[in-house]
């Protein structure tokens, strides 16, 4: 199974209003393993950014103006997720700006949903924690993803942050360890070698005479405050107590 984990910045938080993207960044998963392989622009939105946008990612007009626009990476792009399983973090909003894009081309692009599937990591996230928060940082913290490094919105590092959250958030039993023993080169959080079973008969262990002393003078302590002690049972009585009980 190919799974794309992508994640998008953008000029503004609706498409309907002209926002564009400035950022995709991809990360590809085979068989929910990391294939190295990533899929990383920056765009130039030929427009303005909304009021608060521009802090959140740090990126700037400056910056994007020499960076390709969306119809110049269109089919890069495509090529890269056709055919995969998007998993993305509230998909609505990302599916929405890259469904837009798309449309600014003409009609023989088509639509992205025609070309994959997608899953919404949110979604997946609100079922198993009911009420509480789960934006991608919450989640990180929730499943032990170290994201101490986003000081702002990245759409490559948010996608790579992603992608752990995803498998820490939708992996069973067999891939933590509990149903495999051999170990997996490479592998975060994937299988892990079983301790081999002891051989070989148990040490002996000689108990030291002064741990003996400590261990009488306790006993005898017991003895004085309850008047008796499981070890004062007789061995005589011991052997008729274990004849009844067999």
């Known amino acids: 199974m190919r799974h794309i984990i992508l994640d998008t910045e953008t000029t503004g938080l609706e498409w309907k209003k002209g926002n564009r993207v400035v950022e995709i960044g991809c990360v590809e998963l085979v068989e929910r393993r990391p294939t190295g392989r990533t899929f990383h622009k920056y765009l130039n939105p030929d427009r303005e950014f909304e009021a608060g946008a521009q802090e959140v990612t740090g990126l700037t007009l400056e910056f994007l ?80 993803v170290d994201n101490s490094h986003r000081q702002l919105h990245g759409a490559l590092l948010d996608a790579q942050l992603l992608a752990e959250a995803w498998l820490a958030l939708t992996s069973g039993q067999g891939e933590i360890g509990f149903a495999a023993a051999e170990p997996v080169a490479g592998a975060r959080g994937g299988r892990f070698p079983l301790p081999a079973m002891p051989t070989g008969p148990r040490p002996s262990i000689a108990v030291p005479a002064e741990d003996l002393a400590l261990h009488a003078a306790r006993v005898e302590a017991i003895r004085r405050k309850a008047g008796h002690c499981v070890w004062d049972v007789p061995e005589a009585a011991e052997a008729d107590a274990v004849a009844a009980v067999g």
């Open 65 to 144: 103006a020499d960076k390709p626009r969306f119809a110049e990476v269109a089919d890069e792009f495509l090529a890269f997720v056709d055919g995969a399983e998007l998993v993305i973090h509230n998909a609505a909003f990302d599916m929405g700006f890259l469904e837009y894009e798309l449309s600014r081309l003409g009609e023989g692009y088509g639509r992205l949903r025609d070309r994959v599937t997608v899953v919404d990591s949110l979604d997946l996230a609100r079922k198993r924690f009911p009420g509480q928060r789960n934006s991608l940082d919450a989640l990180c913290k929730r499943l032990g």
